[in-house]
């Protein structure tokens, strides 16, 4: 789980590779404690302003480094159930809080 206050361009590629140290420490403490084979692995964003691509006017943001090619939308995966991690589909859940910073989610 990842909580921002805001989710912009410059954090949702930080927030993923949290998210796969995340998952890396926990297959670590998983065959320290000889645990068997997780049955699944979900991520979730909780958040309380989605600052994303799509809602900006910036068109900087869509800049691409020298050298880098561009193999899919920017930062598309924020709109998608899943996201790719270690080169697997990890569903990916989104909880946006509201102006107090409250939200609810049901698992």
């Given at each position: 789980m990842n909580a921002k206050k805001q989710v912009n361009e410059k954090?949702?590629?930080k927030v993923k590779k949290q998210f796969e140290g995340g998952?890396?420490?926990?297959?670590m403490l998983r065959g320290i404690l000889d645990i068997s084979q997780f049955s699944k692995i979900c991520v979730y964003t909780v958040y309380q302003n989605d600052k994303l691509l799509q809602k900006t006017a910036d068109p900087s943001l869509l800049?691409?480094?020298?050298g880098k090619r561009l193999t899919s939308q920017p930062y598309k995966d924020w709109n998608e159930s899943f996201v790719?991690?270690?080169n697997?589909?990890?569903p990916h859940?989104?909880?946006?809080?509201n102006a107090s910073g409250q939200g609810e989610y049901t698992l």
């Open positions: 954090n949702w590629d998952i890396l420490h926990a297959h800049r691409q480094p020298v790719f991690i270690l697997e589909k990890v859940h989104r909880i946006q809080l």
